[in-house]
Structures are given as C-alpha cells and as structure tokens.
C-alpha cells in the first residue's frame, strides 16, 4: 500500500507517518521544502511539483496542509494566509487527483470543528449546518474545495488535539506545572477535544474502509467544559488549577484569532460513531494521564 500525505512535517502528520511506517505501508510526504526532512529514513519526500507523479496509484491521500491557526495573531494579512494556504493546496491536491492516470482510491482532507462556529449550549452532530463566522467559513470553503476531487472524499472535522508534542497541551503545562494554571475565564465554553491517537486512528480508519466518505468528526464522545478540561489537567500534574485566564490576555495576545480558544463547541462524534470507529480516549481524566504521565 502506498500513501500520500501533504503537511507531512506537522502535528497529525508526523503521527500518521509513524503510524503507516509501523504497517509497512510505504508514504510519499509532500512539502515546500523537502530536502529539510531527507533524514526522516522510510520516507519518499517531494515537493508540490511531484504531487500529480506522487498521487497516481495511491492506496490514499491525506491532506493536511496548512498554516497553523492560532500560531500567530490574527490580522487582515493572517487571515488571507490561511484561506490561501488552505483553499489553494486544496484545489492544487483536487487537480493532481483529477489529472492522475490511475486515480487514488480516497481522499481525507482535514478540516476543523470551527466549520460549526461558536455555538455556546447547543450539541452539533455532522449534519449540523456550517457557522457564519471567518472560521467557519473557512472551513466550509475548504471542505469544498476538496469534494472537486471526484474521488471518495472524507472531510475529518477535528477538534482540539490533545499531544504532548504540540498543539494546545504543551502551552498550557507550564503554567499549570507552576500552579498557575486554571480555566479561561469562567470556564463555561465547551471544549470538544480529542487525543492525536484518535486523530491518527480515525484517519486509518478512514483509509482503510471504503464506505466511509462525507465529514467525520474526530472528537472524543464526551466534549467538556473549560473548568472540567482545567480541573482534569491539574490533577494529571498534581498541580491546582484555580488561576482564572482573563479572556482579555488571550485576545490581546491573538486578536480575533482569540475566538478559537474561547468559543464554546460541544460537537459529538454520532456518524464516526455510526460508521463502526471506536474512539480509544473517551474520557478527559485516561487521555491527559496517558500523555503527561
């Protein structure tokens, strides 16, 4: 088997690489810069100008190009950035697939909880319609961009991921680890996590059965609040966690982009469930364990 992966240097890319590399199955990692990874061994990395060679015959291919949403703060120019580095990279994977002489048997585009918008109370399923705000947008615009295909396509929605190698849970351990860690604001938003674990597994699970297509989310079964996600961490590190963050700090450090960490999502995972993934980190208090034991 043979699998293509795009944003192959980050976070959930890095995972998968591991994860197909252990199977025996053989990866093509697409990068701007390839020749930075030639020493990851067992991997064949190209640029974008190989992607329409890299695609044809293809077992998969799993998109996850991007640049990083809450990376930087927020303005008009940052904005654009990640549209375009969503949307283009998008329809140039569409058109390499399109163009390809043996066409790849799926693609999984990654997308985000985001497409739902600040939701506040409300539970959302993937039926739920898409939000109204730039997020959400984005995220609808994207997941279209990746249906012109005109192969199976598989819109994975992911929620917060939980990794001791990025993302949201190394930021938050210093000061939790000092005693000065405690929930945003109130901590009243629902957080709909998910462990990288399941992101990956998720994913496999995807490539590997073909009746899976549409939007997927990859968040754990049990979204929690703020203050739950807060208390859960501290007693993984055996810290308190009783510092209140100001929702102030966080949009002056991020601008606008603030509004991904403190909207509310309570987002369930009802037709990943119904299509037979079975998450391995449901609960908040096993997944933190497993990852900053």
Not at 19 to 24: D, H
Not at 51 to 68: F, Q, R
Not at 208 to 227: C, D, F, H, K
Not at 274 to 279: A, P, S, V
Request: proline share 4%; net charge neutral.
């Amino acid at each position: 088997m043979h699998v293509v992966i795009t944003g192959a240097s980050g976070l959930i890319g890095s995972a998968l690489i591991d994860q197909l590399r252990q199977r025996g199955v053989s990866v093509t990692a697409v990068s701007r810069n390839p020749r930075a990874h030639l020493a990851l061994s067992g991997v064949n990395w190209t640029g974008w100008e190989g992607l329409a060679d890299a695609v044809s015959g293809a077992a998969g291919v799993i998109h996850l190009a991007g640049e990083g949403i809450v990376d930087q703060r927020w303005n008009n120019n940052r904005k654009a950035a990640l549209r375009d580095s969503r949307l283009e990279t998008t329809r140039q994977v569409a058109q390499a697939i399109q163009a390809a002489g043996e066409k790849p048997g799926v693609l999984i585009s990654a997308s985000a909880i985001g497409y739902y918008g600040n939701i506040v109370e409300r539970e959302s399923t993937e039926s739920a319609p898409a939000g109204s705000d730039f997020l959400a947008q984005l995220c609808a615009d994207w997941e279209q961009e990746a249906k012109a295909s005109g192969v199976r396509t598989v819109n994975a929605r992911i929620g917060i991921v939980m990794s001791a190698d990025g993302g949201a849970l190394p930021r938050l351990l210093m000061p939790f680890k000092l005693g000065l860690g405690g929930p945003i604001g109130l901590g009243r938003a629902w957080w709909s996590w998910v462990h990288i674990d399941d992101v990956v597994g998720g994913m496999l699970f995807a490539l590997e059965e073909n009746y899976v297509e549409g939007a997927i989310n990859l968040t754990a079964p049990n979204p929690i609040r703020n203050s739950e996600f807060s208390g859960a961490l501290g007693r993984a590190l055996k810290r308190p966690a009783l510092m209140p963050v100001p929702p102030l700090a966080l949009k002056l450090m991020l601008g606008e982009g603030a509004s991904v960490l403190l909207a509310s999502q309570r987002i369930l995972p009802t037709r990943t469930l119904e299509l037979g993934y079975r998450f391995q980190f449901t609960e908040i208090d096993a997944a933190l364990q497993d990852l900053v034991a």
